[in-house]
């Protein structure tokens, strides 16, 4: 398409594959296209990759040929994302921070930055599309259904819509490495990150208890026997396998122990074993107001939805109440229904919005006795 080189886009660089190429086919399509890399953790251990992540953004735009403009947000990382996630887990709950980074970070701080830098829109690598709806823009699915990221974009203002570019929307992540690869993008290879949003890839739990306080307690089945100790509430989470350290006990099956709920009110960790997994089944949930982006609805209405990354869309019913937070009921049971991660909504194609999970009923909850 033919675009006139005064439009001027600026494009969050990570140092990545996909942003890269967001910016070299925004390039080719005659924007005035700019870099920014933004610093939001400062390095402190070999798990950072920060410096070596700048080093590739820096190759990429010399490689493209634009400025390449950087920025530290790490203070405001630290007060709007991370403080958050210390405050979930030592609530009992699991956060998912990345879903706040997109929504402070990159598309409010950043964007407001990228406006300064004289940019009339803002593009990242995500895999979204952003489509014309008949209440204004929307955000859609990518056309990859496995790389699609509108789960983690859920929560962004709806007002960013009008203001920002996700050129990856219609390619397949095969086609987007192949791109950079024919560009000689030195990063047409370079492994995907799969960490927490610029904290990076470690022992999550090794590093949580630098920030968490251990508060050890029971580990109990459904009827209150006691099973073992755990370290604290915030480090597991409902499903988890791995690290609960029960061994065979008497008069249970010879099967693993499975996460099914946290008692913070006892500080007892609820494990049940793999015959039993129907307790960990949510028939519904209850979140926080929602945030829309899309027209707000009130009442009743049929969707779907989904609770995790990459989950398969589930079929629900939904009641927003006036207070803008909704009660979810779903077709199917759902395994591993988590407080503190999000519900998001989505109707043909379109993501809606989401909340946060603030409480979940599963469908064993009523057999849950614990010990007085």
């Given at each position: 398409m033919a675009v006139s080189r005064s439009i001027?886009?600026?494009?969050?660089?990570?140092?990545?594959v996909d942003s890269a190429v967001a910016a070299l086919l925004l390039r080719d399509a005659g924007f005035d296209v700019q870099g920014l890399y933004m610093t939001n953790w400062d390095a402190d251990d070999s798990y950072c990759t920060g410096a070596q992540d700048y080093q590739d953004a820096r190759a990429v735009a010399h490689e493209l040929g634009i400025v390449l403009h950087r920025v530290n947000f790490a203070r405001e990382y630290r007060a709007q994302v991370f403080e958050y996630l210390l405050r979930e887990y030592r609530a009992g709950r699991t956060p998912n921070p990345d879903v706040l980074c997109n929504r402070h970070i990159k598309f409010g701080l950043c964007l407001r930055y990228a406006r300064r830098l004289g940019g009339a829109l803002f593009a990242t690598g995500h895999y979204a599309r952003r489509l014309d709806a008949a209440d204004g823009s929307g955000l859609y699915q990518a056309r990859d259904a496995a790389k699609d990221q509108t789960y983690f974009l859920h929560a962004i203002a709806r007002d960013c819509l009008d203001k920002v570019l996700f050129p990856l929307g219609e390619l397949e992540k095969a086609q987007v490495r192949e791109r950079a690869g024919s560009a000689g993008l030195a990063v047409h290879d370079k492994p995907d990150s799969t960490g927490i949003c610029f904290i990076?890839?470690?022992p999550f739990?090794?590093?949580?208890?630098?920030f968490i306080e251990s508060q050890p307690g029971p580990i109990e089945n459904r009827?209150?026997?006691?099973?073992?100790?755990?370290?604290?509430?915030?480090?597991?989470?409902?499903g988890q396998r791995a690290g609960l350290a029960i061994g065979g006990e008497r008069g249970c099956a010879q099967e693993p122990w499975y996460v099914a709920l946290k008692d913070p009110a006892r500080n007892a960790l609820i494990v049940v074993q793999r015959h039993e997994q129907q307790i960990l089944e949510a028939i519904s949930v209850r979140t926080a107001p929602l945030n829309w982006l899309s027209a707000a609805r009130c009442g009743a209405f049929a969707a779907h939805?989904?609770?995790r990354h990459r989950q398969a869309l589930q079929v629900a019913s939904i009641q927003v109440d006036g207070d803008g937070a909704a009660h979810i009921e779903f077709e199917h049971a759902q395994r591993a229904a988590t407080p503190g991660q999000f519900a998001v909504i989505y109707e043909q194609g379109r993501c809606l919005g989401g909340g946060a999970i603030e409480h979940v009923r599963l469908t064993g909850e009523a057999r849950?006795?614990?010990a007085a």
């Open positions: 001027r886009v600026i494009v969050g660089l990570s140092g990545g990076g890839e470690r739990a090794a590093f949580l208890s630098r009827d209150g026997r006691v099973l073992g100790r755990h370290r604290g509430l915030p480090f597991y989470t409902l939805v989904r609770l849950y006795n614990p």
